[in-house]
C-alpha cells in the first residue's frame, strides 16, 4: 500500500507524508493508465476533488471515457462505487431508497424495512445528470452537501469516504433539465474533457478492437483517502494566497465595487463564498499531490478554470458576442494581480 496502515500518520513529518501522498498519485495514475489512454487532466482534477473532499462534474461529448475512468478510478481506491444512469423517469426514491412492507412469517406482523439506494456507496456515478427532471436531481443535494439521507421521516448516514463523480452531454440539449444552480455550487470541480491527441486516439483504436484485458489492483483504501483528506486540511496558507482566491471570487461579481469593466459587461452573476474556498481546498490539494507542503499562487491559477467555470453565468451581451466563461477567467487571471510570495507559514503536524 502507498500508504501502510502500520504507520501511525502521527509518527510521519510533513515531508514523509507529502511524499507518500505524491508516490500514491504516481502509482494510481500508472494503474488506470491500463485502461484508460491519455486523459491526464481529467485525471487529476478527479484525484484533487477526492483528497479535497468535493464532488465533481465532467462534461464532454460522448465517447472520451468518462465513464470508464470513474469506474477504473473507484477499483484503484477500492472503494464501493454505484452507477446512476439518470433518465426523465427517474425517480427521487430510485435514488435514495425506498420503504417496503415485510411479513414476519412467525407472527404475521407486518413492519417497514428501509431499502437502501445507490446512492450508499462511496463514489457514485450520477452518468448523464441532466437527463433528468429537476425533482430528481435534487436528490442529490442534501447527501452531497451532508452527506446523510432522509427517507420517511428518517435520517441515514452515508458511509466516508463519499463522492458524487456526475458526467453531462453538452450537446443534444433537446429534452435535457439543465442543473439548478444551486446544485452546480456544491460541486467542486467541473471538468471539460476534451477530444485525445491524434497519438492517443489510435492507441485507443488499436487498444480497444482486441482481446485485452486489464487487472486493476486497489491501491488504496477509505481510510487511506480520509488519512489524505484531513492532511489536505493541514496544508499551509499563506494570507497572500488566501487573498489571491478571495480577489478571484470577488471580482466575478458584476456589482463588486473594483469589478473590472468586462465583468460588467459580460456576466449576469458571479461566483459565491464557495468559490474562494474551493479554490483554496483544490490549491491545497494539488500541492500535496505535486509533493509540496505549501501552497502557491500557480496552484491557485492552475484551479481557476475548474472552480470558476460553472459558477459564472454570461448575460445576453456575452451571449451575443460569442463571448463563453472560459474566456472571461482567462481575462479575470490576467486582470487580478497575484500576491507578492511571503515566507510559507509554519503548519501543524500531519494528522
Known amino acids: 500500500m502507498p500508504i501502510p496502515s502500520d504507520v501511525a500518520p502521527q509518527s510521519l513529518s510533513a515531508e514523509e507524508a507529502v511524499h507518500r501522498v505524491a508516490r500514491a498519485r504516481e502509482l494510481l495514475l500508472g494503474e488506470v493508465h491500463k485502461a484508460i ?5 481529467m485525471l487529476e482534477l478527479m484525484l484533487i476533488a477526492i483528497f479535497a473532499r468535493g464532488h465533481c462534474l465532467t462534461i464532454g461529448v460522448p465517447g472520451l471515457a468518462k465513464t470508464l475512468t470513474i469506474s477504473t478510478l473507484a477499483r484503484a481506491l477500492h472503494l464501493k462505487f454505484s452507477r446512476i444512469q439518470f433518465t426523465p423517469d427517474l425517480m427521487p ?3 435514495t431508497g425506498t420503504e417496503i412492507i415485510e411479513e414476519d412469517p412467525g407472527t404475521g406482523r407486518r413492519t417497514f424495512r428501509f431499502v437502501q439506494g445507490p446512492v450508499f456507496a462511496n463514489i457514485v456515478l450520477a452518468d448523464e445528470i441532466n437527463r433528468t427532471p429537476p425533482k430528481t436531481q435534487s436528490a442529490l443535494l442534501q447527501a452531497m452537501q451532508e452527506y446523510q439521507v432522509t427517507a420517511a421521516g428518517n ?12 458526467t453531462q452531454n453538452p450537446i443534444e440539449q433537446e429534452g435535457t433539465y439543465p442543473l439548478p444552480e444551486a446544485q452546480l455550487d456544491r460541486f467542486m470541480l467541473s471538468i471539460a474533457v476534451g477530444y485525445p491527441r491524434r497519438d492517443e486516439e489510435r492507441e485507443i483504436v488499436k487498444s480497444t478492437t482486441r482481446n485485452v484485458e486489464y487487472e486493476i489492483r486497489p491501491l488504496l483504501r477509505g481510510r487511506d483517502i480520509i488519512w489524505i ?7 499551509p496558507t499563506s494570507d497572500h494566497v488566501v487573498d489571491y482566491a478571495v480577489d478571484l471570487a470577488r471580482a466575478t461579481r458584476p456589482k463588486e465595487p473594483g ?7 459580460c456576466l449576469a452573476w458571479g461566483a459565491g463564498p464557495r468559490a474562494a474556498q474551493y479554490l483554496t481546498l483544490a490549491a491545497k490539494a494539488r500541492a500535496i499531490l505535486h509533493g509540496r507542503y505549501a501552497v502557491t499562487a500557480s496552484d491557485v491559477r492552475a484551479m481557476a478554470h475548474p472552480v470558476l467555470r460553472h459558477r459564472i ?5 456575452a451571449d451575443a458576442e460569442g463571448i463563453g466563461p472560459e474566456q472571461i477567467i482567462d481575462r479575470l487571471l490576467q486582470t487580478v494581480p497575484e500576491p507578492s510570495y511571503g515566507e510559507p507559514m ?3 503536524t500531519p494528522p
Open 37 to 41: 489512454i491519455g486523459q491526464d487532466e
Open 93 to 95: 426514491s430510485d435514488i
Open 155 to 166: 435520517t441515514y448516514d452515508l458511509e466516508l469516504p463519499f463522492f458524487v463523480m456526475a
Open 229 to 235: 483528506q484531513q492532511l489536505v486540511r493541514q496544508v
Open 259 to 265: 469589478a473590472p469593466d468586462f465583468v460588467r459587461n
Open 313 to 317: 453565468f454570461t448575460n445576453f451581451n
Open 346 to 348: 509554519a503548519g501543524p
